[in-house]
């Protein structure tokens, strides 16, 4: 099958045939290293960069990135917080929540029966290390 022939089977990356339904999946990237090694190509090559490959997943839509900035600007904020700021349905809104914290880009604290989201910086620091080293490597190329 080519690349980007099936819906269903589209490549994430060129080192491996790494379907959307892996994405986010543990165990998916123990079954890309073997599709990997066993085509000759190194072991290593996506499951290294699996963490990177989830942050820009979760940072590719428009409205998780107004989410961020949203929370960049303060300690912390409730789900009913965020969905004020935002033009977008309750449902939706925690949608998106669930991807950046399923992530680790965003972290959850329970009061009452309310959800405080904080962003992790740290997550966010990793992953521009992470594309700092990927462009040194196309840089020495």
């Known amino acids: 099958m080519k690349p980007f022939e099936n819906s269903k ?12 339904d892996d994405i986010g999946n543990e165990k998916a990237v123990g079954r890309i290293s073997e599709k990997a090694s066993s085509s000759g190509r190194p072991a290593t090559c996506c499951a290294d960069q699996d963490g990177i490959h989830q942050v820009f997943r979760a940072l590719s839509h428009p409205t998780r990135l107004t989410i961020l900035e949203f929370l960049s600007d303060r300690p912390e904020a409730s ?19 669930q ?7 965003l972290t ?19 992953a521009k290390l992470q594309v700092d080293e990927l462009w040194q490597r196309f840089k020495s190329e």
């Open 108 to 126: 959850c604290t329970v009061h009452g029966r309310s959800c405080y989201y904080t962003l992790d910086r740290a997550v966010v620091g990793e």
């Open 99 to 105: 991807v950046l914290k399923d992530t680790g880009i």
């Open 79 to 97: 789900c009913g917080d965020i969905v004020s700021a935002l033009p977008l349905a309750q449902s939706t809104v925690s949608q998106h929540l």
């Open 9 to 20: 089977a589209k490549v994430d990356s060129f080192c491996c045939a790494r379907t959307h």
